[in-house]
């Protein structure tokens, strides 16, 4: 009696660890993608004001640029792994696609 109440605990316990451990890694990984994207474009939203103000004359913006303009007032923190981002890391801004480059 005794052994097959543990085999069907164990077989429960066995049965929902296959289903939350994908299920854990699956949100993580979406809600870590959303923060990135959420930080993205705040940058590349701060480069086309500054670009469209006539203060940043190029197309390739650094966040230092955009810290010396006033368009960014904090330094910008990867929101995953929580580090700064380098002053040199820059916005390429394009009409359909900007996109902004970490270093």
Do not use: W
């Not at 006033?70 to 580090?83: A, C, D, F």
């Not at 009409?95 to 270093?103: C, R």
Request: net charge neutral; charged share 20%; aromatic share 8%.
């Amino acid at each position: 009696m005794n052994s097959s109440r543990s085999i069907i605990s164990l077989t429960v316990i066995i049965c929902t660890l296959i289903i939350a451990i994908p299920t854990f890694y699956k949100v993580i990984t979406e809600h870590n993608r959303k923060l990135n994207i959420v930080t993205n474009k705040m940058i590349i939203e701060a480069a086309q004001d500054c670009y469209y103000d006539n203060k940043c004359q190029n197309t390739k913006i650094t966040l230092e640029e955009l810290y010396n303009q006033g368009y960014l007032s904090e330094r910008v923190i990867n929101p995953v792994t929580k580090e700064v981002y380098a002053d040199n890391s820059y916005v390429i801004l394009k009409k359909e696609d900007s996109k902004f480059h970490a270093l």
